[in-house]
């Protein structure tokens, strides 16, 4: 890494030789290789960008020019060229994001890693650069083709092409994937300029043709370069970007350092709006990533640096009990059908695909359109299944409210991740879901605490045809089977206190959510060594909150909410409210996640910082029943 430990800074590449840039790309490879398969990460979309991060880091002078990345997960390469090369604890507390991030660097400008957002902020650094007059600061905004199908890029490229002096550089990291291989309308129309002559080569041959041909040579060549909007679509039909008025230059190979460092100097020098169409390979150099056709290592855990296999292996996850159910549901029912936004392996919608490929649809990075889609479909006499990331389905909540609950369809909504995800950082931490969907009219919501609920409530959900229905899940292992000991109304009973006697009630209701229930017995096992009693209870459907719930509640002294989720406007926030409706006054303390962006972290560190964990539950509960024993006495 003779050179790579060179670089501290983006300027220290401007000494670098052509030799010695090529070298530092393959030093850079071998590097990204050997840590991220220690620590996990997106490794393969990293080693697609090698050549093109270093290009636009010696043609652009960062943080004086903005250099953005949608959605980050491509940023290892911008982090190494900026002084940051300590990846021993990549994506683990203290260590490296996963993503841009701006208290790491200022070379790092955004680090939301959600999808097709980077061309609004764009619009917006360009137009303020352009107010305050520095009009020599280009923005340069790196959006893969896989982010493109998100209708807030093309947004904000309306916007952008409206502007004719605004100096962005789009790059479009055209690999053909987003997680999987990309699809649509916009992937085919890229495909079809990869496979297509470049026509500025057309134009020159044909300039120094035509102005050889006497006469008539120089007159010709007018005509046809009057009609160069014509001859362009006839050669590469990138029309669709220049009907927009933005400039276009490619496609270039994105590991060709010198055809790079050219069409980004052009673009700079433009002085308005360009796109610089960059092919790349995800995976490349990497013999492992290349062969794998799934994602090309989009994302890996710990692996085996030469051959790329996991080094241990885990127990079954949420997300494959999901996907196994589908397979089964989809053979029993012809109706069932499955919407995902550009992640079919990771929300486990792949054997589906597999066994039901005309009920299985991918639209591509846009939530909004699924969820659009899925009304329409239900509107049609289908079930649709719309999986994502519970983080994800917020870019949707109008068009469940609106386009799904208002017309009180049957659509299902599966959320993968939800709660504490931990490494991706706050923007993937799934703790809004169940706050926002509250609102909602008529939805009913499914938090499942095992692999067997998750098989259950989502064939109760999918049973429902007149509401949306929406079933979450955490990430990981699923853990073992939590048994019921019986039900009381909706919910399983997981662990029944002692029978009162005479006057005197339990002391504590425990309302376990989803995930949180094996933690919610370890806490009840402490407060009966305090001399607590308690009883536990899933909901199961945390929304509507059961109607006997109440009813159980006034059989205890005070009532615990434990959820995987944002305290404001949560399970125990519903629960409180049914409470008081049902006028059962008893004190509830609800326990949850703060209402504040997470740092990176495995889960369960993060879990013990926020004081989601059983002896702290335990804790505050006994110094709130015993406050209650001394209000007792002194009544």
């Not at 962006?597 to 993060?606: G, N, Y």
């Amino acid at each position: 890494m003779a050179l790579l430990t060179r670089i501290r800074g983006p300027r220290d590449l401007d000494r670098l030789t052509p030799p010695q840039l090529a070298a530092l790309a393959q030093e850079i490879r071998s590097f990204l290789v050997e840590e991220v398969s220690k620590t996990g990460g997106h490794l393969g979309p990293n080693l697609g960008v090698v050549e093109l991060t270093i290009a636009m880091h010696r043609v652009f002078d960062s943080p004086r020019d903005r250099i953005l990345f949608d959605t980050g997960h491509q940023s290892y390469v911008h982090k190494l060229l900026t002084g940051r090369q300590d990846f021993s604890r990549l994506k683990m507390k203290g260590g490296l994001s996963g993503y841009p991030s701006r208290a790491e660097s200022e070379h790092d400008v955004i680090e939301n890693s959600h999808a097709s957002t980077v061309l609004g902020y764009a619009d917006g650094l360009a137009k303020a650069n352009k107010i305050q007059g520095h009009k020599d600061r280009p923005v340069v905004a790196v959006i893969g083709d896989g982010a493109l199908t998100g209708g807030m890029a093309w947004e904000a490229l309306n916007n952008i092409a409206d502007c004719k002096d605004l100096p962005v550089v789009i790059v479009v990291n055209d690999n053909e994937r987003s997680y999987s291989p990309t699809i649509g309308g916009l992937a085919n129309h890229l495909a079809t300029l990869r496979t297509t002559q470049n026509y500025e080569r057309f134009l020159t041959w044909g300039k120094e043709a035509l102005q050889r041909t006497p006469v008539v040579g120089q007159s010709l060549f007018d005509t046809l370069h009057g009609a160069k909007k014509g001859l362009k679509d006839f050669i590469a039909p990138q029309g669709m970007f220049e009907d927009l008025g933005l400039k276009y230059i490619g496609p270039i190979d994105g590991h060709d350092l010198q055809a790079l460092e050219s069409a980004f100097t052009k673009a700079r020098g433009f002085g308005g709006p360009v796109i610089v169409h960059c092919l790349t390979e995800k995976g490349r150099g990497y013999h492992a990533a290349e062969q794998n056709e799934e994602d090309r290592f989009h994302a890996v855990g710990v692996i085996h640096p030469e051959t790329g296999l996991p080094i241990k292996s885990s127990g079954k996850d949420w997300t494959s009990v999901f996907g196994e159910e589908m397979v089964a549901l989809g053979r029993e029912r012809k109706d069932i059908v499955a919407i995902t936004a550009a992640m079919l392996h990771p929300v486990g919608l792949a054997p589906f695909a597999k066994a039901y490929p005309d009920r299985i649809f991918d639209v591509g990075i846009a939530e909004q359109h699924a969820a659009v889609s899925a009304a329409g479909l239900a509107t049609n006499g289908l079930h649709p299944v719309v999986a994502v990331y519970a983080t994800f389905l917020n870019r949707a909540f109008d068009q469940v409210l609106m386009d799904v609950a208002l017309h009180k369809l049957g659509v299902t909504f599966v959320l993968d991740r939800a709660g504490v995800t931990g490494t991706d950082g706050a923007s993937h931490n799934g703790m809004w879901d169940m706050s926002i969907l509250q609102v909602v009219p008529g939805l009913r919501l499914a938090a499942p605490r095992d692999a067997e609920q998750v098989r259950a409530q989502l064939r109760e959900a999918v049973e429902v045809g007149d509401a949306p229905t929406v079933v979450r899940y955490s990430k990981g292992t699923v853990g073992p089977a939590v048994p019921s000991l019986g039900r009381i109304g909706g919910m399983d009973v997981l662990r029944e206190s002692a029978e009162p006697s005479g006057d005197k009630r339990a002391d504590v209701l425990i309302v376990s959510v989803g995930a949180m229930a094996t933690m919610c017995l370890e806490a009840a096992e402490l407060l009966a060594a305090q001399g607590i009693t308690s009883t536990v209870v899933d909901p199961r459907w945390v929304k509507p909150v059961d109607a006997a719930l109440p009813g159980l509640a006034a059989e205890h002294r005070m009532v615990v909410t434990v959820e995987d989720n944002g305290r404001a406007g949560g399970v125990g926030s519903a629960i409180a409210q049914a409470l008081r409706d049902a006028d059962v006054d008893l004190p509830l303390r609800d326990f949850g996640i703060p209402q504040e962006f997470l740092d990176h972290a495995k889960r369960e560190e993060i879990l013990a910082e926020i004081g989601l964990t059983a002896p702290d539950i335990a804790r505050k509960v006994t110094e709130a029943v015993a406050r209650l024993d001394r209000v007792t006495v002194e009544a």
